[in-house]
């Protein structure tokens, strides 16, 4: 079975690498992901024993964070050890977890190359965030009796769908995994509708809404805003809502003077395409990257990682993006801990448990289209008493949800001390 799916994954990867390099995303940590390890990376992971744990990107990185600080203090004899895929999540796991993890890029998913890691890294437990399937890796672990845990586990409509027409190859290769800590009822349910027993999973709630900044890291004037200016943060946001944003606040300026707007892209890489968008709509740009005031008037474009979720603590009025274009939704946690106002719009399936339980409690907007977009700024604008109203009641929602960090080092402190619970077949 190995064999078939080396090939298979073969193909895949063959294919991928030209793509990545067409669209400018090939980068230097590939080659560790080929098993090309530096002599001082080996030479680290060689001289304690190690927790691995696996954060595919930058969402799942800023997740852990938290329990990455509670593992380190718990653990001070082992050494933390945190594998990503995509080059942003390896820069912000670098930056944020410097201090407490050696940072990696996961290898491909080769029998060989996982040998070779698992070897290297021998740890005394896989950790795992979100919901991934990993054939080789998992089964490997598994024949070398290390513990498998999947942390803020989750399964989207789309996932789910793929998962059930590979049943019976997805249940052999979850079977491996000793514990799955999901973050709702609904993910719960799924990963059993898949084949797993029900004694392997547990309902712990998401980890990203412990895992958040305890301030605001700016101060509107040290950004070239005023108290009077009301700053709306268009945060996340993907190709196409850039526009609408821009369209919107083109109209808006007219009426409201001391409207002002911050712009995040989600892939930091189009800032420059977002400020030539500006520009050719008669409007002036500056990039958060040159770390002077604003030019009176000027939108800021957000080109640096990791700053997003900060900057929301000086935001009047939110929007998260990609909801209204590319869909799926992103991370709407961060700036319902600030108790800001949020918009967004109705493509948020892979959020759909967070955004059932704000708009249930009237903690946030969701608008269908450009126009609802726009007329929702412009109540928000002309009745900031509504906006704040909104945004307290987000944030008592985040407080109430709280604690799912703890209750996860719980079960990882289970795994570790006492051992995994009686497994199912590897995977063959």
């Known amino acids: 079975m190995f064999i078939i799916y080396d090939l298979i994954f073969l193909i895949l990867v063959?294919?991928?690498?030209p793509y990545q390099t067409l669209r400018r995303k090939w980068h230097k940590g590939f080659w560790m992901r080929l098993g090309i390890i530096p002599a001082d990376v080996r030479n680290i992971l060689k001289a304690k024993?190690?927790?691995?744990?696996h954060a595919v990107s930058v969402g799942e990185v800023l997740a852990i964070e938290d329990l990455m600080e509670s593992l380190r203090q718990k653990y001070p004899s082992f050494q933390l050890v945190c594998s990503t895929v995509t080059k942003t999540g390896y820069y912000v796991a670098q930056e944020r977890l410097k201090d407490k993890a050696v940072v990696i890029f996961a290898p491909l998913d080769f029998s060989w190359l996982i040998r070779k890691f698992i070897l290297l890294i021998n740890p005394k437990i896989y950790i795992c965030?979100?919901?991934?399937?990993?054939?080789?890796?998992y089964s490997f672990l598994h024949r070398k009796q290390v513990p498998i845990i999947q942390i803020n586990g989750r399964i989207s409509d789309r996932a789910f769908e793929g998962y059930k027409k590979i049943k019976f190859i997805?249940?052999?290769?979850?079977?491996?995994?000793?514990?799955?800590?999901?973050?709702?009822?609904?993910?719960?349910?799924?990963i059993?509708?898949?084949?797993?027993?029900a004694q392997k999973i547990k309902v712990i709630?998401?980890?990203k809404f412990d895992n958040l900044p305890s301030d605001a890291a700016f101060r509107r004037e040290d950004l070239g805003f005023s108290k009077e200016d009301c700053l709306w943060i268009a945060g996340s946001t993907h190709p196409g809502e850039e526009e609408i944003i821009l369209e919107i606040y083109q109209k808006l300026i007219k009426e409201f003077s001391s409207l002002r707007l911050i712009l995040a892209p989600r892939h930091i890489e189009r800032a420059q395409e977002i400020i030539q968008l500006v520009e050719q709509k008669g409007l002036r740009a500056s990039r958060l990257s040159v770390g002077v005031p604003l030019p009176d008037k000027n939108i800021l474009i957000v080109d640096t990682i990791g700053q997003l979720r900060s900057l929301y603590g000086i935001a009047d009025i939110v929007f998260v993006g990609k909801s209204l274009c590319g869909g799926g939704g992103?991370?709407?946690i961060e700036p319902a801990f600030f108790g800001k106002p949020i918009l967004v719009g109705p493509l948020t399936y892979n959020f759909k448990d967070?955004?059932?339980i704000f708009l249930k409690e009237k903690a946030l907007k969701e608008v269908r289209d450009p126009q609802e977009l726009e007329q929702a700024v412009k109540e928000f604008i002309n009745n900031p008493a509504q906006g704040k109203v909104m945004g307290e009641r987000a944030r008592q929602l985040v407080e109430k949800y709280q604690g799912a960090t703890t209750k996860t080092i719980r079960i990882i402190n289970e795994l570790i001390t006492v051992g995994a619970p009686p497994r199912g077949r590897p995977y063959k």
């Open 14 to 17: 063959v294919l991928y690498i």
């Open 354 to 356: 967070i955004v059932r």
């Open 129 to 137: 965030a979100e919901t991934e399937i990993w054939p080789n890796l």
């Open 49 to 53: 024993e190690n927790i691995w744990i």
């Open 330 to 332: 992103q991370n709407m």
């Open 205 to 207: 709630g998401n980890l």
């Open 170 to 190: 997805v249940r052999n290769i979850l079977n491996c995994v000793d514990i799955f800590c999901m973050q709702t009822e609904l993910d719960a349910r799924r």
């Open 192 to 197: 059993q509708e898949l084949g797993i027993e």
